[in-house]
């Protein structure tokens, strides 16, 4: 009488490759063979995958016997990251302090572990301020300096299915670079859950997400003129003061000042401006103008009169 020899299986998937529907088949000699040996293949799935394990028995002549184990089924899960950057600044003038922000979106039906994200600086060109770092939420960071380069590295502990973590930094362009000097910046996630991402996954992949700026700065020109030659005592006079910005960026939050001659008296009713938010003040004879911003190639024009002593 043939003796049912008893068999133990391990095995192990590896979810790396595109597949479908995967069935693994194990077969055990039950005859009179020497050994019972059986061998398993490595298949290859990734998300979206199904692995299916069928035990079936072999007689030691090939006829397969229907006797049903079950079938015992695992669906493959994978994350898939993406990066995108923005810039919340603008209009950017050396001294000034800029914000990105960038988000880390999982679209994938798994969750994204332990992922890291860096975010190279120049520091020739910008100065860092500062970066998200809220451990409650599982986001921390570090900084790395070097003599070219600056790098801001944050760790992420987990990004859920359908889910998307924001993280945010803050830099100031440096004095002494030029206006009209174009600042790329771009982040990439360099790895998830300690394997490298090969090629890392950059913002320079969204045709939005890895902004650039141009430095600009004002230039702002004055002007002032009379409507008459000559006068007499008594008579009125009219001043027009034209301010004007030729350069690339908006001109914020500075005066122009007047000191008007002592031979004549200010109307002070007659103060008029073409922009509303421009204010003045008068002490004595010295009249100032406070201006908020003029943008580029924008113009304010200024009346006011006066009477000859």
């Given at each position: 009488m ?7 299986t ?41 692995i299916?394990n ?11 016997t229907?006797?049903?184990?079950g ?6 899960t994978?994350?898939v ?6 810039l919340l600044?603008e209009?950017i003038r ?6 990105y ?5 999982n679209?994938?039906?798994a ?5 890291k994200?860096?975010d ?21 960071y ?6 070219y ?5 944050w760790?992420?502990t ?19 670079v030029?206006?009209?000097?174009v600042?790329?910046n ?11 991402e ?9 045709p939005?997400?890895s ?5 600009v ?9 009379v409507?008459?030659e000559?006068a ?11 301010i004007?910005?030729d ?5 914020r939050n500075?005066?122009v000042e ?5 031979l ?8 008029t ?5 421009v204010t ?6 010295k009249?100032?103008?406070?201006v ?13 009169n006066v009477?000859i002593?």
């Amino acid at each position: 009488m043939k003796l049912m020899k008893t068999f133990v299986t391990s095995f192990m998937v590896l979810a790396l490759a595109c597949a479908s529907n995967l069935t693994n088949t194990f077969a055990a000699d039950v005859g009179g063979g020497s050994n019972g040996d059986y061998g398993i293949m490595p298949v290859a799935a990734t998300g979206g995958a199904t692995i299916q394990n069928t035990a079936k028995i072999v007689s030691e002549n090939g006829e397969v016997t229907d006797i049903s184990s079950g079938t015992a089924e695992t669906l493959i899960t994978k994350s898939v990251l993406s990066i995108k950057k923005e810039l919340l600044s603008e209009d950017i003038r050396v001294g000034d302090e800029i914000e990105y922000k960038i988000t880390i979106s999982n679209t994938g039906d798994a969750e994204a572990r332990n992922v890291k994200v860096e975010d190279e600086l120049n520091p020739a060109q910008v100065e860092f301020i500062s970066a998200t770092n809220t451990p409650e939420k599982g986001i921390s960071y570090e900084k790395n300096t070097q003599a070219y380069e600056e790098t801001i590295k944050w760790t992420i502990t987990n990004i859920n299915p359908d889910e998307s973590t924001e993280l945010r930094l803050k830099v100031k362009v440096k004095k002494g670079v030029e206006t009209g000097t174009v600042i790329k910046n771009s982040a990439e996630i360099t790895e998830e859950n300690g394997k490298p991402e090969q090629p890392p996954i950059s913002s320079d992949s969204d045709p939005d997400g890895s902004p650039e700026f141009t430095v600009v700065a004002p230039d702002l020109s004055v002007t002032k003129t009379v409507d008459k030659e000559s006068a007499r005592a008594g008579d009125t006079l009219k001043y027009t003061i034209v301010i004007k910005n030729d350069g690339t960026g908006t001109a914020r939050n500075f005066s122009v000042e007047d000191a008007v001659s002592n031979l004549v008296d200010i109307q002070t009713g007659s103060f008029t401006t073409t922009d509303d938010t421009v204010t003045h003040s008068e002490v004595g004879n010295k009249i100032t103008w406070s201006v908020p911003k003029l943008a580029p190639s924008g113009t304010i024009t200024i009346t006011f009169n006066v009477t000859i002593k």
